[in-house]
């Protein structure tokens, strides 16, 4: 029996008919094809599918489609500016050579947003805590969390 | 240590059930009274879908009880002490002012628990009602004498939390209840908490041990008026090291006490080898880990 779901991704409303059984990461990847959340462990501690909720960095694979009803969800997608113009963050990113294979990337840059948005100038410790949801078997972390530093300065 | 440890297969999708929300306390205990062992409850569900998608649990319905108001706070009052609504997250006790200041080993114990986006959405009362031997937020609140209130369709109950853990993975609730509050009275004066943890690899796993030490101490800070050891990880349910306490309560602080508390401590605890640790070194552990929260107990200033 379908739930009716309706939320706001990305400043956008959406009404979607769910199986309960369904994560919201299901629901933003398979039904309302925002791919840039990724589901990679689906148990909770790798953190590629961290969505913001409520400003908040959350796994989207721990949730069920049915709890988020009527919240404000921000991904990846949600981070784009003006005219296709990158946020801060994700600018940092790429000057700071903080990607590799990308498949972490969306989760580590919603993460350090929810860090930033609440303590702007993080020290590198706050930094390291708040990512140490999120796994990236490519880089080493050292560059993104350079990244994240400098993306802080520059908000300043 | 056994294959099953080992090999766990999570599947892709959560098994099939059919979802229902309770608005109120009394909807979510007659729901549950209705579907007896049929159901789970869900609040944060960051421990239910693990379970759910290794199929170790799978329930035909599942109650949200997030969806009932007012069962998400943080209240001090000096007369009744702090109450914690069961729906509060981890992340609102790790930086509630009230807690930080004056119960701060609950705090310390909270930040500890996974990671961050776990913390923002996981509760409380689910850590403590998942009832594993290892849940972090337990040692603490049983240190500091807390109890849980529980309710059902016809009223409610008050039990201490140490009698609320009674085996692993089982919790004091029968059919129908569901827990809704955590009371914790204010500490005495020269109260001192500390909780310590081992992880098995990083800060995101379940405590291999826990240790919490809540000291009494007297005004000049010389002799531990009373203490309240508890041990997480190394028994069924966590356990206060009551042998242990009675080694350090009424006595003058000094080194040779220190090290024989935790001596005491390693042999009180019972734990079992499992792919996080063998018994010996979780003993090991124990001496090391009591050793350290007395000492920062001691030399903590809240």
């Not at chain 1, 739930?3 to 398979?30: A, C, F, I, Q």
């Not at chain 1, 009803?69 to 600018?91: D, F, M």
């Not at chain 2, 999708?13 to 109120?24: C, D």
Request: proline share 5%; aromatic share 4%; net charge neutral.
């Amino acid at each position: 029996m379908k739930v009716e779901l309706k939320l706001v991704v990305n400043g956008n409303t959406y009404t979607v008919y769910v199986s309960p059984w369904m994560t919201l990461l299901d629901v933003l990847r398979n039904e309302l094809q925002l791919t840039g959340t990724k589901s990679g462990c689906n148990t909770g501690e790798c953190g590629a599918c961290t969505v913001l909720i409520g400003g908040k960095a959350v796994k989207s694979c721990l949730v069920l489609a049915a709890q988020v009803q009527g919240r404000e969800i921000v991904t990846i997608e949600g981070l784009e500016g003006e005219e296709g113009r990158l946020h801060p963050l994700q600018q940092a990113f790429i000057d700071h050579f903080a990607v590799q294979c990308g498949f972490c990337t969306p989760g580590m840059i919603l993460s350090a947003k929810a860090l930033l948005d609440k303590n702007p100038s993080p020290t590198e410790e706050e930094v390291r805590v708040a990512l140490s949801g999120n796994l990236c078997r490519c880089t080493g972390y050292v560059k993104i969390v350079e990244a994240v530093l400098a993306a802080s300065e520059e908000r300043q | 240590m056994t294959v099953a440890d080992v090999r766990s297969i999570y599947s892709r999708t959560l098994p099939k059930f059919e979802y229902v929300e309770a608005k109120t306390v009394a909807e979510a205990c007659s729901l549950l009274t209705k579907y007896g062992g049929k159901a789970k409850v869900i609040a944060g569900g960051t421990d239910l879908l693990v379970s759910m998608r290794n199929r170790k649990v799978t329930p035909q319905y599942i109650v949200n009880i997030r969806t009932i108001p007012n069962l998400d706070y943080i209240r001090y009052t000096d007369v009744e002490g702090l109450r914690i609504g069961a729906l509060t997250t981890l992340d609102s006790i790790e930086g509630s002012p009230i807690i930080r200041e004056r119960f701060s080993i609950v705090a310390h114990a909270a930040c500890q628990i996974g990671q961050p986006q776990i913390r923002n959405w996981a509760t409380i009362g689910g850590n403590l009602c998942n009832a594993t031997p290892s849940a972090d937020m337990a040692p603490p609140l049983i240190g500091l004498g807390a109890r849980a209130k529980i309710e059902d369709i016809n009223g409610e109950r008050v039990l201490p939390l140490e009698e609320f853990f009674v085996g692993p993975g089982i919790s004091a609730l029968r059919t129908g209840e569901i827990l809704t509050e955590i009371q914790i009275p204010t500490p005495a004066l020269y109260t001192r908490g500390v909780y310590l943890k081992i992880p098995a690899r990083t800060m995101i796993d379940i405590a291999v041990v826990g240790v919490a030490v809540v000291l009494t101490l007297d005004s000049e800070y010389a002799n531990i008026m009373d203490a309240k050891i508890v041990l997480g990880a190394v028994a069924p349910t966590p356990m206060r090291a009551r042998k242990t306490e009675e080694v350090i309560r009424g006595k003058v602080i000094e080194e040779g006490l220190i090290e024989k508390a935790a001596q005491t401590a390693a042999r009180e605890a019972r734990p079992i080898s499992d792919v996080r640790g063998s018994a010996n070194y979780r003993k090991e552990l124990v001496r090391v880990l009591t050793n350290g929260a007395i000492r920062q107990a001691i030399g903590s200033t809240s």
